[in-house]
């Protein structure tokens, strides 16, 4: 049962108002143009060609460098996608760590580096800035390096420095290995050559030193090299091509060859580093 207050519109008034209604609704679909999206002109309106892009994404500059030079076989650079890292902040000088190495001396050498112990330190600790200490008790040089050290190749110059005066050679020689980076020494044993035992192996040592030593100094003159004899084992200091030479020539001297064919040898090679340096 309808409240007492409401009004009650009459039958002929409602069927007008749905009428007028209808009339309007006709008319403004009539006047509305139809939009073909095909044809359209507007430049806001994408086209079915046109590629398509969510309208929450950019494209990406490799979208667009496709929708300008659509070519496959063109190569893409997408230049915007590289990384970029801040400049490195200067680091925290570490905390230096000392490194030790400890050389033994045969005894038979220990003598000798007493003597020219004034020699040996200097170029040591002046040069490769190492610290360096004689340890008489234990038989051995020790190195270290230091806050100075600068190289980081400087314990093993030092290393190969003492090596060299253990293994025969004279102080001024040895220091070269500290000057020059093209220097190497090279060991090899009389019998490696040539089985040779008793006196046989006398005259064969013999023969590569020569009366007073004439024999080794031609060979380390006419090969710029430096050659220690300690007992059955050879040891020649000097560079790559130079080595090659006086091992020759120290192995023609083993093998039995008379010392005037070994001069003429190295006359002849000795000419020819002249003629190539």
């Given at each position: 049962?309808?409240?007492?207050?409401?009004?009650?519109?009459?039958p002929?008034?409602?069927?007008e108002?749905?009428?007028?209604?209808?009339?309007?609704?006709?008319?403004?679909?009539?006047?509305?143009?139809?939009?073909?999206?095909t044809?359209?002109?507007?430049?806001?309106?994408?086209?079915?060609?046109?590629?398509?892009h969510p309208?929450?994404?950019?494209?990406?500059?490799?979208?667009?460098?496709?929708?300008?030079?659509?070519d496959?076989?063109?190569?893409?650079?997408?230049?915007?996608?590289?990384?970029?890292?801040?400049?490195?902040?200067?680091?925290?000088?570490?905390?230096?760590?000392?490194?030790?190495?400890?050389?033994?001396?045969?005894?038979?050498?220990l003598?000798?580096?007493?003597?020219?112990?004034?020699k040996?330190?200097?170029?040591?600790?002046?040069?490769?800035k190492?610290?360096?200490?004689?340890?008489?008790?234990?038989?051995?040089?020790?190195?270290?390096t230091?806050?100075q050290?600068?190289?980081?190749?400087?314990?093993?110059?030092?290393?190969?420095?003492?090596?060299?005066?253990?293994?025969?050679?004279?102080?001024?020689?040895?220091?070269?290995?500290?000057?020059?980076?093209?220097?190497?020494?090279?060991?090899?044993?009389?019998?490696?050559?040539?089985?040779?035992?008793?006196?046989?192996?006398?005259?064969?040592?013999?023969?590569?030193?020569?009366?007073?030593?004439?024999?080794?100094?031609?060979?380390?003159?006419?090969?710029?090299?430096?050659?220690?004899?300690?007992?059955?084992?050879?040891?020649?200091?000097?560079?790559?091509?130079?080595?090659?030479?006086?091992?020759?020539?120290?192995?023609?001297?083993?093998?039995?060859?008379?010392?005037?064919?070994?001069?003429?040898?190295?006359?002849?090679?000795?000419?020819?580093?002249?003629?190539?340096?």
């Open positions: 049962m309808p409240a007492p207050t409401a009004l009650v519109r009459a002929e008034k409602l069927a108002d749905e009428a007028s209604r209808t009339v309007e609704g006709s008319t403004l679909i009539e006047q509305d143009p139809v939009i073909d999206p044809t359209s002109t507007d430049p806001t309106t994408p086209s079915q060609n046109a590629p398509f309208a929450h994404t950019k494209p990406t500059p490799l979208q667009q460098d496709q929708e300008v030079n659509p496959p076989d063109r190569m893409q650079i997408d230049t915007d996608s590289r990384p970029v890292f801040p400049p490195e902040k200067p680091s925290k000088p570490k905390h230096h760590r000392s490194e030790t190495r400890k050389i033994p001396i045969p005894p038979h050498r003598t000798p580096l007493k003597t020219h112990w004034p040996i330190y200097p170029p040591l600790v002046e040069h490769l190492l610290q360096v200490r004689m340890n008489v008790k234990a038989r051995a040089v020790e190195l270290r230091s806050a050290t600068t190289s980081s190749a400087a314990l093993q110059q030092g290393d190969d420095f003492v090596k060299a005066f253990t293994l025969g050679f004279d102080v001024d020689d040895a220091v070269a290995l500290l000057r020059l980076d093209d220097l190497y020494i090279e060991t090899f044993e009389v019998r490696d050559v040539k089985m040779l035992q008793g006196d046989h192996l006398g005259r064969a040592i013999g023969r590569i030193a020569g009366k007073d030593g004439k024999t080794k100094f031609a060979i380390e003159n006419a090969s710029r090299t430096r050659v220690s004899l300690m007992g059955g084992t050879v040891h020649i200091l000097g560079g790559f091509q130079n080595i090659r030479v006086a091992r020759e020539a120290v192995v023609s001297l083993i093998l039995g060859s008379p010392p005037s064919k070994v001069y003429g040898n190295l006359r002849t090679v000795s000419a020819r580093m002249k003629e190539r340096f």
